[in-house]
Nanobody
Framework: QAQLVESGGGLVQAGGSLRLSCARS????????AGWFRQAPGKEREFVAS????????SYADSAKGRFTISRDNAKNTVYLQMNSLNPADTAVYYC?????????????????WGQGTQVTVSS
């Protein structure tokens, strides 16, 4: 069973940056695809970005393109989300997700493992 722990959230002013990290423990020798999702108050959870095990396949939501970058360090079993040019609409709880497939997916139902979430708040 894999466990995911997110970190790096916090309060930032509009235009600022944050880097989220997602560390996986358990099943550390198994390849996994990963994704980031977010959920704002009163809204459904939405896809942000995904990455394959090799890192060569990445997908982004339109809202993230050009501002966010997903990456990974397989030696550390860690996936990152670099977020730049943040604005108040990015305020949400950000969740990391992992699948036993080596592929990244854009749909939440494709992931078997989820972290507890980390709060990102962007002030105007």
């Amino acid at each position: 069973q894999a466990q995911l722990v997110e970190s790096g959230g916090g309060l930032v002013q509009a235009g600022g940056s944050l880097r989220l990290s997602c560390a996986r423990s358990g099943r550390t020798f198994s390849p996994f695809g990963a994704g980031w999702f977010r959920q704002a108050p009163g809204k459904e959870r939405e896809f942000v970005a995904s990455i394959s095990w090799s890192g060569t396949m990445r997908s982004y939501a339109d809202s993230a393109k050009g501002r966010f970058t997903i990456s990974r360090d397989n030696a550390k079993n860690t996936v990152y989300l670099q977020m730049n040019s943040l604005n108040p609409a990015d305020t949400a709880v950000y969740y990391c997700a992992a699948s036993d497939s080596g592929l990244g997916f854009t749909t939440a139902g494709s992931y078997a493992y989820w972290g507890q979430g980390t709060q990102v708040t962007v002030s105007s």
